[in-house]
């Protein structure tokens, strides 16, 4: 039995609240906030919610610590402090700035003695596997990254953190022209802002300068500046009506050859309902290795590039062999 905290208990924190529930070798042990946690409702009867200061308190009684938080401001604090103390999973996800967040969680999991891995979910994470896979089967060629139509969880927080905004939605969006040419095995060179589009639907606070808001937007860096950006002022009413579905999804393409006259295209795609519950079914399915590894004395820092897949799966090895194999 894995037992499992969650540092944050917004719509990722209960995504995986959801997704313990549905693992038998799993069980949710409290829940942390930095919030007063009389105003968190959580929907497990019994697990108790606390403020994040007191984390301490609770260290023999959790295995990893799930931390839910966005990529632009908390989790390069939060995961590095807590990985001092705890086993911890995050999903970083700002591809850039990944080398730099791992040294600093490896250095603080190493001073604790425990285990950490980070940039876990769809992508980076399950993904990244794939490039590395098709990558490695067809060393002869190209990979294309596409993601969307949907709703990004990192890009929404990073709008709703400038100044003046109340909430916001981001969409990412494919090129279509763009998906089928990589599709017809012509390996196109293709820019970032040829690939994809992102449209933001922005509900701001009253008498915020919606020009402000939107060069803020357009500039970002990491986020926005090397794309073409659409926003859109709407309601909190209509963000309610139209926008409160969190789907996603995307591709992972490598075309290449294996002599001069055959080529090949890998294709991986995932069409999601829900961003934070499938998110955080990965980072649950990370979370059991990492317990797995932690208890054969592993330290320091890992991405799921480092996990073999068996210790992902709550299956025994003579089960997976039989089975999936």
Known sequence: MTRIAIAGYGNLGRGVETAVARCADMALTAVFTRRDPSGVKINTPGVPVLKLDDAGTMADKID??????????????LTPMLAEKFC?????????????????????????????????GWDPGLFSLMRVYSSSVLPDGSDYTFWGRGVSQGHSDA???????????????PVPEA????RSGSAPQL???????????????EGADLAAIETAIKTMPNYFADYDTTVNFITAEELKRDHSAMPHGGFVIRTG??????????EFRLQLDSNPE??????????????????????????????PPALLSPLSPEELRSHLL
């Not at 990893?64 to 390069?76: F, K, Q, R, Y």
């Not at 970083?92 to 603080?108: E, G, L």
């Open 64 to 77: 990893v610590m799930i931390i839910c938080g966005g990529s632009a401001t908390d989790l390069p604090v």
């Open 88 to 120: 911890v999973i995050d999903s970083f996800d700002t591809h850039a700035d990944i080398p730099k967040h791992f040294a600093k969680v490896d250095a603080a999991a190493k001073a604790g003695g425990k285990l950490a891995l980070i940039s876990a």
């Open 159 to 173: 709008v709703r953190r400038i100044p003046g905004v109340a909430d916001a939605k981001q969409y990412t969006v």
């Open 179 to 182: 998906l089928d040419a990589v």
């Open 191 to 205: 820019t970032t802002r040829q690939k994809h589009t992102r449209v933001c639907y922005v509900v701001p606070e």
């Open 257 to 266: 050859k294996t002599s001069a006259d055959n080529g090949h295209v890998m």
């Open 278 to 307: 499938f998110t955080s079914s990965v980072l649950i399915a990370c979370a059991r290795a990492v317990h797995r590894l932690s208890a054969k004395g592993e330290t320091g820092c890992r991405t799921m590039l480092d996990i």
